[in-house]
């Protein structure tokens, strides 16, 4: 009997845990059902709230079915941007015109007759204490007055000494040039320092005036201590005119000496190498550079590199620059022959 009592009281409470297992798996399950119903009409309100937005946002903008696509959009902002482009390559062709980098004619807009350029401008490098030097050049090949007007117009040769300033402005030394000038104004007369630690700096700032003042073929740089035959000069440089850029002299090497003490010193020998050899360059007593290059140093002057010497700091210039690099042995000064340019007196 106690052992039948024992066994129903099992049964049944084996069969209370079941049921309220069922009760908790139903409610759970509608529990489920009423987070996805919600879930879903959240959604479906978001995205009718995003159609509203959108169907406001086209009507007050007034875009609508005629608003203008992303690509049409992308395609007008190019056009702008070539247009801008355009606008900017007819300003720069426009300044390559004005410094004569088209035409070897140049026409005013005034009606006056088109003027060809000059063929040289020749710099004369002096400094103070040479007017011994300067009177020499003037009987022998320059020129003076009235007989140097008209190597210019005859010939397009335009000779001038070129010189800097005292370091006091003003004194002794300015005075002398500007009154030795106010005779024969044959004289450019730089705004910087005049001193022999300065000549690389001074050859520079003359190509720069030179350029920027006259409209010439050639630029050519002198010494004060060379005689020049006007004539060959001005042969040699018009058998080149054809060249665009033309660096002409009597090309040169040398050594590169780095001790201090020595004459010839060198503070920037270490950029030249281990064989201690300058580049080829033409050799300072007379060279002459086309236009274009005269214009390269006048708008990069700033930043040119100048070396102890001004032969070779103008060589430098070039030497990484798209240039005819001309060897002339009538350039060469060391000797006097028929047909040469020049002689070193």
């Not at 010494?223 to 001005?234: K, R």
């Not at 070039?318 to 020049?342: A, M, P, Q, R, Y």
Request: proline share 2%.
């Amino acid at each position: 009997m106690r052992s039948r009592g024992s066994s129903n009281r099992l049964s049944n409470s084996g069969g209370g845990a079941s049921f309220r297992s069922r009760i908790t798996a139903l409610v759970l399950a509608m529990f489920a059902t009423m987070a996805t119903v919600y879930v879903a009409g959240r959604m479906w309100q978001e995205a009718e709230s995003r159609v509203y937005l959108i169907k406001e946002l086209d009507r007050r903008t007034g875009q609508d079915h005629s608003s203008v696509s992303v690509s049409e959009t992308l395609k007008l902002v190019a056009c702008k941007e070539q247009l801008k482009k355009l606008s900017a390559i007819e300003k720069d062709l426009a300044a390559a015109k004005q410094e004569g980098f088209v035409s070897n004619v140049h026409s005013g807009n005034d009606g006056t007759p088109p003027r060809k350029r000059l063929l040289a401008v020749v710099g004369i490098i002096t400094t103070f204490g040479r007017k011994k030097n300067r009177d020499a050049i003037r009987k022998a090949w320059m020129q003076s007055g009235a007989a140097l007007k008209k190597l210019e117009k005859e010939k397009g040769i335009v000779v001038r000494f070129v010189i800097g300033k005292s370091a006091n402005r003003g004194d002794s030394l300015d005075r002398e040039i500007g009154n030795e000038n106010s005779q024969t104004n044959d004289f450019i007369i730089l705004d910087d320092v005049e001193a022999p630690k300065e000549r690389s700096k001074k050859i520079k700032f003359f190509f720069a005036h030179a350029v920027e003042s006259w409209e010439a073929e050639f630029y050519v740089k002198v010494n004060d201590d060379v005689y020049v035959n006007i004539d060959a000069l001005g042969a040699k440089l018009s058998a080149h005119l054809d060249k665009p850029r033309v660096y002409m002299g009597c090309m040169k090497s040398g050594e590169v000496f780095s001790e201090p003490n020595q004459t010839w010193y060198e503070p920037d020998w270490w950029k030249f190498g281990d064989g201690k050899s300058y580049f080829r360059h033409a050799s300072g007593e007379i060279y002459a550079i086309s236009r274009a290059l005269a214009q390269f140093i006048s708008i990069n002057k700033p930043i040119l590199q100048v070396y102890a010497h001004d032969d070779v700091s103008a060589g430098s210039w070039f030497i990484g620059l798209d240039v005819t690099h001309l060897n002339e042995w009538k350039f060469c000064c060391n000797s006097w022959s028929t047909g040469s340019v020049c002689a070193a007196v």
